[in-house]
């Protein structure tokens, strides 16, 4: 594991004026670690690892967003006198599938079966008593597209800071929360960073906007009832493989 960049950007951290941080163009240079193009990478308090976490929740968050939430959870961790570990433990959970989408994502892993292989009652508790089972890695600044795999630049982020997550983590289970997620974590079993049996794909993206999907996953709409951009096969499928597929392991 290389050493925590936070130290160096402390001083960075406790002078940002969040409020004239409206977009991405405005954070300031000095957060910049890398930049090819048009894409660039900006540092953000993740490096907390949680390594006795089963579950490893990989999404794309609105980069911005997600990157001031951070930073004004580390200001009020500094003004508290937080520990740095502390501080990066809060900073990362600051945002973490909260609001509206949290009970849909908790109704789709109990729904194949993530509480029984985890030893809980729901997927409810991982936001609570059970923190300490999930990680969440929600910090790719670009909106998925084009893949990440896809450009020699972003892979290289990926290999730098999320293969060296993954390797503290070898026995966790990963669920991609998207499309282009699933194929980066493709990528990197193939690089052999993580074990492809270890993915669970399929699980559809618990957002609002997802909400349809989400529902049939779930039984709470019909076949006869979807419109025609859910297809109702495709979610049979999915729901299927992921049922045996967290079968097996609690079977193991």
């Not at 600051?94 to 194949?112: C, E, K, M, Q, T």
Request: aromatic content about 8%.
């Amino acid at each position: 594991m290389t050493d925590l960049l936070l130290p160096r950007y402390l001083d960075e951290i406790a002078r940002l004026d969040l409020a004239r941080t409206a977009t991405p163009a405005q954070i300031p240079p000095a957060f910049l670690l890398a930049r090819e193009g048009r894409y660039s990478v900006h540092y953000i308090p993740f490096e907390h690892v949680n390594t006795r976490a089963r579950l490893v929740v990989v999404g794309i968050a609105p980069g911005l967003v997600q990157w001031k939430n951070a930073m004004a959870e580390a200001q009020r961790q500094l003004a508290a006198g937080a520990s740095q570990e502390a501080l990066l433990r809060a900073a990362r959970l600051s945002g973490a599938f909260s609001g509206a989408i949290r009970p849909n994502f908790v109704a789709l892993l109990d729904a194949i079966g993530m509480q029984r292989w985890l030893g809980i009652a729901s997927c409810a508790t991982l936001f609570g008593v059970d923190a300490g089972l999930v990680h969440f890695v929600d910090d790719r600044n670009y909106s998925g597209s084009p893949g990440m795999a896809k450009v020699p630049f972003l892979r290289a982020q990926v290999l730098r800071y999320f293969a060296q997550e993954a390797a503290q983590l070898p026995d966790a289970l990963y669920i991609p929360m998207g499309a282009s997620v699933a194929e980066g974590l493709d990528w990197l079993a193939s690089e052999g960073v993580i074990r492809r049996e270890r993915i669970l794909h399929g699980l559809p993206h618990p957002s609002g906007a997802n909400a349809e999907r989400v529902a049939y996953f779930l039984g709470r709409k019909t076949r006869e009832t979807l419109s025609a951009k859910t297809n109702a096969d495709q979610l049979d499928a999915a729901r299927d493989r992921l049922l045996a597929q967290m079968v097996g392991l609690v079977q193991t």
